[in-house]
């Protein structure tokens, strides 16, 4: 089953502009991570905040984590073109296994 | 290419045919993962080995999913008498051995996409 839920399951922006997908999930988590994938195609490790931090940035990507909320936001500035792709949320709790959300599909125009 | 691979990348089958599929994780990484994702979902874990070891599997893996790690290297996923509902991108994953406090960040491959007739 589906740990969380990504918000806004899809979104349409212009090239330069920032794009915010947030998440929220169900259980505690020992960390969150965010991955991409490109349509049709496997998924790229983008980052990963653990449960005792709040913010971590890499490169054009900043992620925040409110584990009192159990909420997460991928913020992605200046976007690109190629930035178009579906971006999903993983909680690992401590079993190994990563449990994702539905996704949010990222249209960046031209 | 050092990535994950996985073999074939499509597969077009008719229900009740057994298919196999086979995963090659980064070398030295222990940690193997199987997940489906469906169209529209995010992918659902399926099973996982350390090493050779099948430590942990869904109860999506219903009895016609089997999945060996026979080497601890490479894997195969099978599905027997398959069903239009098994229709699905299979993904797998690896991830090295976790050192101390450290964290699982997955690698994935590119998938194979079953369908079936």
């Known amino acids: 089953s589906q740990q969380g839920e990504e918000d806004p399951q899809a979104l349409s922006i212009q090239e330069g502009e920032n794009a915010t997908m947030n998440c929220s999930y169900k259980?505690?988590?020992?960390?969150l991570q965010w991955y991409r994938q490109n349509s049709g195609r496997g998924l790229v490790h983008l980052i990963l905040?653990?449960?005792?931090?709040r913010e971590k940035h890499s490169g054009r990507l900043r992620v925040t984590l409110d584990t009192s909320k159990k909420s997460s936001s991928l913020l992605i500035t200046a976007s690109r073109a190629a930035d178009t792709a579906s971006y999903f949320c993983?909680?690992?709790?401590?079993?190994?296994?990563?449990?994702f959300g539905k996704g949010t599909k990222l249209t960046v125009n031209p | 290419d050092t990535g994950v691979s996985q073999d074939p990348r499509h597969k077009i089958t008719k229900r009740g045919q057994n298919v196999t599929f086979r995963c090659d994780p980064i070398?030295?990484?222990?940690?193997l993962y199987w997940y489906r994702q469906t169209l529209g979902q995010g992918p659902e874990f399926l099973t996982y080995?350390?090493?050779?070891?099948?430590?942990?599997k869904s109860r999506l893996l219903s009895d016609r999913f089997s999945a060996e790690r026979p080497k601890g290297s490479f894997s195969t996923l099978e599905i027997q008498r398959t069903e239009q509902g098994d229709s699905a991108m299979y993904l797998c994953?690896?991830?090295?051995?976790?050192?101390?406090?450290?964290?699982?960040?997955?690698?994935f491959g590119p998938g194979t996409r079953l369908t079936v007739l």
């Open positions: 994953a690896s991830s090295p051995r976790l050192a101390e406090n450290s964290y699982n960040e997955q690698f």
């Open positions: 259980t505690s988590i020992n960390n």
């Open positions: 905040i653990r449960s005792n931090e």
């Open positions: 993983a909680t690992e709790g401590g079993s190994e296994k990563l449990v």
């Open positions: 070398s030295e990484h222990n940690r």
């Open positions: 080995f350390q090493n050779e070891a099948q430590l942990e």
